[in-house]
T-cell receptor, first 114, second 110 residues
């Protein structure tokens, strides 16, 4: 149980374009999903908490207009990196799980902006 | 908010030896402490967890201890094997708010 699918696994885009990353809970309903960013050899940094049917909660320093999060259903959350720049290149990973329990992570998306 | 510190950042052991990774947390209200293993290029995988009402938990070669008073918890891996080589992250959470340590890169030399 608690399978989380993330797509795409990698993407290369040009500067100024937007990229959408999907995170799906396959065998459970996730009212809350989390988006992390991971730089090489560093820890997972929480970007935002995605809440089904309401606005996401962003961590301090994360631009909500640049990293658009939509959680329109109990099984899908999307992260859109708008007007991407090379400094946005990173590993983005989502997670979902039951409150107060271990989270299951998606497989991650490696974004390269050229 | 919660602040989790993890030590050491790198750890190298000989196959068969034990490895210990330590974490401290700041929020006394945190009540759930999972450990994740992340192999290169892969997603973090939950390997063991402990709740605040338990002091120790063991699963085969892996054990976790929690000292609520001191606000620290540790991961113990015994009889290490080369396949244990990975980055390990501790985390502390209260409800939906989970924060991760900086990670420990464990290398097990054959």
């Amino acid at each position: 149980g608690a399978v989380v699918s993330q797509h795409p696994s990698w993407v290369i885009c040009k500067s100024g374009t937007s990229v959408k990353i999907e995170c799906r809970s396959l065998d459970f309903q996730a009212t809350t999903m989390f988006w992390y960013r991971q730089f090489p050899k560093q820890s997972l940094m929480l970007m935002a908490t995605s809440n089904e049917g309401s606005k996401a909660t962003y961590e301090q320093g994360v631009e909500k207009d640049k990293f658009l999060i939509n959680h329109a259903s109990l099984t899908l959350s999307t992260l859109t990196v708008t007007s991407a720049h090379p400094e946005d290149s990173s590993f983005y990973i989502c997670s979902a799980g039951l409150r107060g329990s271990g989270y299951t992570f998606g497989s991650g998306t490696r974004l390269t902006v050229v | 908010g919660e602040n989790v510190e993890q030590h050491p950042s790198t750890l190298s052991v000989q196959e068969g030896d034990s490895a210990v990774i330590k974490c401290t947390y700041s929020d006394s209200a945190s009540n759930y402490f999972p450990w994740y293993k992340q192999e290169l290029g892969k997603r973090p995988q939950l390997i063991i967890d402990i709740r605040s009402n338990v002091g120790e938990k063991k699963d085969q070669r892996i054990a976790v201890t929690l000292n609520k008073t001191a606000k620290h918890f540790s991961l113990h891996i015994t009889e290490t094997q080369p396949e244990d080589s990975a980055v390990y992250f501790c985390a502390a959470s209260r409800g939906n708010d989970m924060r991760f340590g900086a990670g420990t890169r464990l290398t097990v030399k054959p």
